[in-house]
């Protein structure tokens, strides 16, 4: 009985202690039609659901900017839920993601707990920061006549999606980099649009998991797809780990991420 209550208490002192406090890079490389040879190879680094009150501190989130800048990446994707519940000190809080650094900008988008606490407020506090916070909007990247479409919708849990409106004005069959939140919208998503990549978080790949990673409990709109890469019909979709915990202070087979994302033309584009 010790054994096991010695065993317990040790795994969740790792939790809580050490693995949390530790973000891991992942790599992957996503296929997209007509991307310009100006984008080939471009860099994409996401991060998601950095919570930041109360449960992510402020030396954590300093390294992970530190570790995203020194990637060099052409772009950075924040996708949601910055806070729990408290937007009090949500500028002062975030202000490490000031010092974020990629070639064509730093983009972000809502998550459900942002959208059900204070909106308005976060999407202030991130402006503030340099970030441009896309929510049912995006905007063109053009090199070499090429473009490469960035959007955000609102979180499909708490806000209200208008996909055509985060579509406005981009150029027919151009590639598109779309930041939403909740990952089990990947199904919609693939029946109105394609040759894009969701990226979204939510889940935080379960967060306190069975040693090889098999989630223990996901959230609504995060059961389908729990953490990593998927085809989902004629999309992509990416779910990042997050930075940040929910609940308790821990993580357990399930290292806060850091992901970067490589594009490349797909074949026969």
């Known amino acids: ?118 909106p308005r407020r976060i999407t202030e506090a991130l402006t503030h920061h340099g970030i441009q916070v896309l929510t049912n909007s995006g905007v063109a990247l053009t090199q070499d006549h090429a473009q490469l479409w960035v959007a955000g919708i609102d979180s499909a849990w ?39 990549i969701h990226l979204a978080g939510h889940t935080h790949g379960g967060q306190v998991c069975l040693p090889g990673g098999q989630p223990l409990m996901l959230p609504t709109l995060g059961k389908k797809y729990a953490r990593g890469l998927f085809q989902v019909g004629r999309i992509s979709l990416y779910v990042n780990r997050g930075l940040g915990t929910i609940g308790p202070k821990a993580r357990f087979a399930c290292s806060p991420e850091i992901t970067e994302i490589t594009l490349t033309n797909a074949s026969g584009a």
Not at 60 to 65: D, G, P, T
Not at 165 to 194: F, N, T, V
């Open 1 to 118: 009985m010790w054994t096991s209550i010695a065993s317990g208490g040790g795994a969740y002192g790792y939790a809580r202690m050490i693995e949390r406090h530790h973000p891991v890079i992942e790599r992957a490389r996503v296929s997209l039609k007509n991307l310009g040879t100006a984008f080939e190879g471009s860099r994409i680094v996401q991060i998601s659901d950095l919570h930041v009150e109360p449960n992510l501190n402020p030396a954590l989130l300093h390294k992970a900017v530190e570790m995203i800048n020194g990637l060099q990446p052409d772009l950075i994707a924040i996708t949601g839920d910055f806070i729990t519940h408290n937007a009090r000190l949500v500028a002062e809080l975030t202000a490490p993601l000031a010092e974020l650094k990629a070639r064509t900008g730093v983009f972000a988008s809502l998550g459900n707990h942002d959208v059900w606490n204070a």
């Open 158 to 196: 708490a806000g209200d999606i208008d996909l055509p409106a985060a579509l406005k004005g981009r150029a027919k069959g151009a590639p598109c980099i779309m930041l939403g939140h909740e990952p089990d919208y990947a199904d919609e998503l693939a029946q109105r649009s394609s040759n894009l």
